[in-house]
């Protein structure tokens, strides 16, 4: 199973958490790999590229485009695809997290999210931040 980090997230955060992850994973038998989307598909990319790609690998994607839970065509595609998505959400609009603020949220939420990823149906979408536990999207 992929967790894909996408590319507004730093390329560096998602080497380190493979980097923790993969040991990890031995011990507790959960076969997560943690990859840089554009590693696997180039950067700006096309969503309607990739999604599809990524749906059939069964995988799932951290981003902080926010919005696209609030685009419905994105949304739908997403959807369509059957891609698990996890939103690292900003504490404003205008105010994005530092690299140190979202580590702290994904170390935070790190065995939920591989909990989810490896349990839940999908799609799903789920919205977390610094401060705040997992929300599931409708």
């Known amino acids: 199973m992929i967790i894909y980090f996408d590319e507004n997230m730093p390329k560096h955060l998602a080497l380190g958490f493979q980097t923790i992850q993969f ?27 990739w999604i599809p790609l990524v749906g059939k690998e069964g995988s799932c994607v951290i981003t902080q485009d ?16 059957n891609v698990g998505m996890f939103f690292l959400k900003g504490p404003s609009k ?27 149906k999908r799609p799903f979408g789920y919205i977390f931040s610094l401060n705040g536990k997992m929300i599931k999207l409708k």
């Not at 990890?24 to 590229?49: A, W």
């Not at 205008?94 to 839940?120: D, H, V, Y």
């Open 94 to 120: 205008k105010k994005g997290l530092s690299i140190w603020q979202m580590n702290q949220a994904l170390s935070k939420n790190w065995t939920e999210i591989c909990r989810i990823a490896i349990e839940e």
């Open 23 to 49: 040991p990890e994973g031995i011990k507790t038998g959960q076969d997560i790999n943690v990859q840089f989307l554009p590693e696997r598909f180039e950067y700006g990319s096309k969503d309607i590229d």
């Open 66 to 81: 926010i919005k696209i839970s609030r685009r419905k065509d994105e949304l739908e595609l997403y959807r369509k695809n």
